[in-house]
């Protein structure tokens, strides 16, 4: 079963890091990289853009906070912790954990909602995106009908079916008719 998602795998210990990797190839996981220092995470995030990065609390070099301060909006991080540091971590940032006891089962269960998670964000994101898009366009129309209104007299309604109609025989959007009269106008 092959999951999309690319993961970098940062522990300190790399006996377990390599065991890891393993289980996650088999279960269909694109493993980029394994790395055992914060700096070496930092730049391999920098330089392949991971969807996730499967991490422990502590480099030799820098902890996870320190990591996670400089990539928080470049990847999603799932911990592996012991319980003191969990609850430590889950207050200060958006990192998911699970504690340092997991099952294969357990752990791919966490990848995979957070790949979901991921996929819902970047649906909303879209969304959201295609409504603000649509309000500039209509604020660009409204502003334009207003023009139409005060310069020739129209109605908002003969305003509307004006640029309407220049829009249909000039095969040009709405908006583009709108951002042509502003500009005219200016």
């Given at each position: 079963?092959?999951?999309?998602?690319?993961i970098v795998i940062a522990l300190s210990n790399i006996e377990t890091a390599n065991k890891l990797k393993s289980l996650l190839t088999q279960e269909g996981y694109d493993i980029i990289s394994l790395?055992?220092?914060g700096n070496e995470l930092i730049r391999l995030v920098l330089q392949y853009s991971p969807d996730l990065v499967l991490v422990g609390y502590k480099f030799k070099d820098m902890s996870l906070l320190d990591v996670y301060e400089t990539l928080y909006d470049a990847t999603?991080?799932?911990?592996?912790?012991?319980?003191?540091?969990r609850s430590y971590i889950e207050e200060d940032t958006d990192i998911y954990c699970i504690g340092t006891k997991i099952s294969n089962v357990l752990l791919?269960?966490?990848?995979?909602?957070?790949?979901?998670?991921k996929r819902r964000i970047k649906k909303l994101k879209d969304q959201v995106?295609?409504?603000?898009?649509?309000?500039?366009?209509?604020?660009?129309?409204?502003?334009?009908?207003g023009?139409?209104?005060?310069?020739?007299?129209?109605t908002e309604h003969e305003a509307f079916r004006y640029m309407q109609k220049i829009s249909m025989d000039s095969g040009k959007k709405m908006r583009d008719i709108a951002s042509l009269l502003l500009s005219e106008a200016e």
């Open positions: 079963m092959a999951h999309n998602g690319r790395c055992t220092s999603s991080f799932l911990a592996i912790v012991n319980e003191p540091y791919t269960n966490a990848i995979d909602l957070i790949f979901q998670s995106e295609k409504l603000e898009n649509t309000l500039e366009e209509r604020k660009l129309v409204e502003k334009a009908k023009l139409l209104m005060q310069n020739s007299g129209l």
